[in-house]
């Protein structure tokens, strides 16, 4: 089982008040850019994979999306989750994703946020969401990005005259880590950019679109601290649908 | 232009002595995984961009190519490639990659090794090299890995301890960096690896792998001094094959 932090009261503390929270969508940085890689999502069944306080879900059903389903493995954030949704169409269900199966053509589109990154088994999942796609499926994720989550102590190095620098090592060594952020000893799981792709073109999936992501200008300009995100990038959003091999081959 | 460093007569005799120059493809070590990228090569057209010494062309040729068209901008590098070789079925031409125009649909794999972080108007190449792939085209290439090409200073950070970390800024800054390898001032561009990826998309390709090299254990046995490569990675690898709609739309 996935080492369940956000139910980690300090942690919890700690995320519910982070932007991303109390906010929203709105409050996440990179959401342009990700909602950019989202198709027109009337009629479609979304699953959203690690749902959190199920900000995604409530902007997909209010995008046109037929049905979303959430997935998280925190009660406390699918407490209030619930607390802040009253549509039907909008399904919770803790689950975690390590041991997830999903019903196989059951949804046009799988989308995470940030939660990828936490798994030892996502190939197991990966797999999971390939014959859970209907034809034309998509799959639009964000995790951490590997250059973020690589260093043995990660953390900008400052020299003396305050240029900043991030320090990579081990970026091959893919594996866990253990990182200080809200809590002692968070487990994330280091993967390569190469090692996602790969998953995905093995899996029968096309890649559409990889994002490095860094802020605008315009959010520089808003919030001057999110400049250092150029420097080393903290997200990786990648957008990828079914090939037409693969559906043939699992759709004949 | 491109800055022509190879015929510089310092940086020639310092890459005339590396390992990769003397001995061919056996002196580098990412050979074995970039081959492993590549299609049987029975029969097939084949162009090298960047050919340097013609180390690839011969080995194509050897392994079954009907022919082979290596190009590259170093009067030097053609000149050795010359005599190294005797084979009507190679040809090499003197060219700036800058304003190369390739031949509708006349080749069947476009390789490159070390050749594109060079260029600024990859893009413009790229497009080249998609109207001139016939049917099942691919393209196989590597390049310096932007976590090695990114940083204001590349080299290693060493700590008190001796544990070394390479400092990564500017990720997301792409554009000229100059260093001195070999030569003071050598010109390379920063790409990030989504920009490689999605230029491919664009033009109609889909990404069959991605690599960000690293050393094996028999490699490093035989080299410890690899073993560096596994903390911060300097090429990236990428195949790409054209995607089944691109074929349609270019050769209906």
Redesign the interface.
């Known amino acids: 089982m996935t080492q369940n932090i956000y139910d980690d009261d300090d942690f919890f503390e700690g995320y519910a008040r982070l932007g991303r929270s109390v906010e929203g969508l709105q409050g996440a940085a990179e959401w342009p850019a990700l909602r950019s890689l989202l198709p027109e999502m009337q009629g479609l069944k979304v699953v959203d994979l690690g749902c959190g306080f199920g900000w995604f879900c409530r902007w997909a059903r209010h995008a046109g999306a037929a049905q979303v389903l959430g997935f998280d493995l925190s009660e406390k954030m699918l407490a209030r989750a619930h607390e802040m949704t009253s549509d039907d169409a909008i399904v919770y269900a803790r689950a975690d994703l390590e041991h997830l199966t999903l019903q196989p053509q059951s949804c046009d589109l799988v989308y995470s946020s940030l939660a990828f990154h936490y798994l030892e088994g996502l190939e197991r999942l990966m797999g999971e969401v390939t014959q859970a796609l209907r034809p034309g499926g998509r799959i639009v994720f964000s995790v951490e990005h590997p ?1 973020y989550t690589a ?3 990660p953390g900008w ?1 400052v020299d003396a005259a305050g ?11 893919e594996g866990p880590r253990s990182t200080d952020w809200l809590a002692k000893g968070v487990i994330k799981q280091h993967r ?3 090692t996602y ?2 998953m995905l ?1 093995g899996l029968g999936f ?7 992501w ?1 802020p605008s200008d315009a959010q520089i300009a808003a919030l001057p601290s999110l400049a250092e ?5 903290a997200f990786l959003l990648v957008a990828a649908h079914m ?3 693969t559906e043939k081959r699992l759709r004949p």
């Open positions: 250059i260093p043995s102590a190095v240029h900043k620098t991030w320090p990579v090592d081990g970026y091959l060594a390569t950019i190469a792709i790969n073109v096309a890649i559409s679109h990889v994002e490095e860094g995100e150029r420097e080393r990038p090939n037409l091999e």
